[in-house]
């Protein structure tokens, strides 16, 4: 049975390791929120130049992340995510002549079989999700939030990857830590949403009975993760598993935008989750 564990690097860094994703060439990490330098809200391995957070820290952060999984220097790509279903594939000779920026390429998914960057998927509540087809040396990682995966980012990420090479039954996917079920209460208008677009889904609901009770509203508690895992096997991806760890309760290890949220703090941090080949 696959399993993952946590690592501390060399560097302060502390992030899981899956062993689906541990098959040289490919290498990975899903970082947590310890080691970088960001203080206050942000503390400490904030990774997104998307917040308020001072630009230096969050660049001496992705450095960090580089140094914890690799010595040579590559790019790391990660990119302006919009909840949306979009994919872009990447390779280091259109990154040298400008093609793309960091943090400029708008989209949710990413695939490459470019030995020269590295993949980064930023979350805080949301689903990172990093796949590789070892074989054919093809690398994906997208994010899903409801709304991505509802419309379609994981099927088009795998899209994506057998568009370069890979073969969907030799793709192997991770979904890294995100928010529960337990912790992700949403409305009866929310339910009907993911059901009219995928009927199946309805087992991925529970009944937040106390909260209903309370509020007079029906209230729910959705599986997101579930909902990630039901999206991959409608893709007929069966080599998959889920790092099964809650943002929103585990918030000394990881950021969670609903946390933050609930307490009322004006930004929040992102973890970053980072896949490569060699």
Not at 19 to 26: D, G, H, K
Not at 210 to 219: H, V
Not at 233 to 260: G, M, P, V
Request: proline residues 3%; aromatic residues 8%.
């Amino acid at each position: 049975m696959p399993v993952f564990q946590l690592h501390k690097s060399y560097t302060g860094a502390v992030y899981y390791k899956h062993e689906l994703l541990s098959t040289e060439p490919v290498f990975h990490g899903f970082f947590t929120r310890i080691g970088g330098k960001s203080k206050g809200i942000f503390s400490h391995l904030n990774t997104s130049l998307r917040t308020a957070d001072l630009e230096d820290n969050v660049i001496y952060n992705r450095q960090i992340v580089k140094n914890s999984l690799i010595h040579d220097e590559r790019q790391l790509i990660t990119l302006h995510q919009s909840h949306g279903n979009k994919v872009v594939s990447i390779n280091s000779e259109e990154i040298k002549n400008g093609v793309y920026k960091d943090t400029e390429l708008q989209a949710d998914g990413l695939v490459s079989k470019d030995k020269n960057v590295l993949l980064g998927i930023l979350t805080a509540d949301c689903a990172p999700l990093l796949m590789a087809d070892v074989d054919a040396g093809v690398i994906g990682a997208c994010h899903a939030g409801w709304k991505g995966a509802a419309s379609g980012i994981i099927e088009n990420t795998i899209n994506a990857m057998c568009n370069i090479g890979a073969k969907k039954k030799n793709i192997r996917c991770v979904i890294g830590p995100s928010i529960s079920q337990n912790s992700y209460q949403v409305g009866a208008d929310f339910r009907d949403i993911i059901i009219e677009k995928t009927p199946s889904a309805k087992n991925l609901f529970m009944p937040d009975t106390e909260a209903s009770i309370s509020s007079g509203i029906n209230k729910f508690l959705f599986d997101l993760p579930g909902f990630c895992c039901l999206k991959l096997e409608d893709a007929h991806i069966k080599q998959y598993d889920i790092i099964d760890i809650d943002t929103y309760q585990n918030h000394d290890l990881l950021f969670s935008y609903r946390l933050s949220c609930h307490q009322k703090e004006d930004d929040y941090g992102r973890q970053i989750s980072v896949i490569g080949i060699r």
